[in-house]
């Protein structure tokens, strides 16, 4: 079992529409949760990160934690065409040192 | 806005040639990791620093892959010789603290290599 899994897609949105990405993650000790987005060619950037259960917020993105499942996901509400990208979840590691695991991501596709 | 600094952006090389890529992490940053990253998957951790000290090399192919951090600041990453299969995107991140579980990790740009 892979530690971090994300469904690979391609997840297709029309413009407008909510966005739903997810990730399962086995380590049932990690604390904290970051969602990269990484366009073709580019390095990842940090847009979301959730250390509590429940839902966090800013600006069109969630992103969502539930620890007793292990799922985190993220919403991209009204989604636009510069949204198209492969998003990365990331799971800290139990351990002493900072440690991310990544997932393989989601490549999301909004067409307008 | 500081940021991580890597070069060369772009490395194309032979099989069986030495290679080596630079990473210059955000001022103040103690931590520094290593990934690769082949396409169509996710970042692999290579190997990490806390300050000019390796706390995590176990994914780091140590027969043909090196990595030093001498004065704790920038770090180069060697390979040789090179491989076909090496051919992927090494990318250098960089964060404040090592320990704990809420430090965010800052990716540089990327040095994409091709092994010919």
């Known amino acids: 079992q892979k530690e971090v899994e994300q469904n690979s897609g391609p997840l297709s949105v029309p413009e407008g529409a909510i966005a739903s990405l997810n990730c399962t993650y086995s380590?049932?000790?990690?604390?904290?949760f970051f969602w990269y987005r990484q366009y073709s060619g580019k390095s990842p950037e940090l847009i979301m990160f959730i250390y509590s259960n429940g839902d966090k917020e800013d600006g069109r993105f969630t992103a969502q934690l539930n620890k007793a499942s292990q799922y985190v996901s993220l919403l991209i509400r009204d989604s636009q065409p510069s949204d198209s990208a492969t998003y990365l979840c990331a799971v800290n590691m139990l351990g002493g040192y900072n440690k991310l695991i990544f997932g393989a991501g989601t490549r999301l596709a909004v067409h307008p | 806005e500081a940021e991580v600094a890597q070069s060369p952006r772009y490395k194309i090389t032979e099989k069986s040639q030495a290679v080596a890529f630079w990473c210059d992490p955000i001022?103040?940053?103690?931590?520094l990791y290593w990934y690769r990253q082949i396409l169509g998957q996710g970042p692999e951790l290579l190997v990490q620093f806390q300050d000019e000290s390796v706390v995590d090399d176990s994914q780091l192919p140590k027969d043909r892959f090196s990595a030093e951090r001498l004065k704790g600041v920038d770090s180069t990453l060697k390979i040789q010789p090179a491989e076909l299969g090496d051919s992927a995107m090494y990318l250098c991140a960089s964060s404040s603290i090592g320990r704990g579980s809420d430090e965010k990790l800052f990716f540089g740009s990327g040095t994409q290599l091709s092994v010919l």
């Open positions: 001022s103040g940053h103690a931590t």
């Open positions: 380590d049932r000790g990690s604390q904290s």
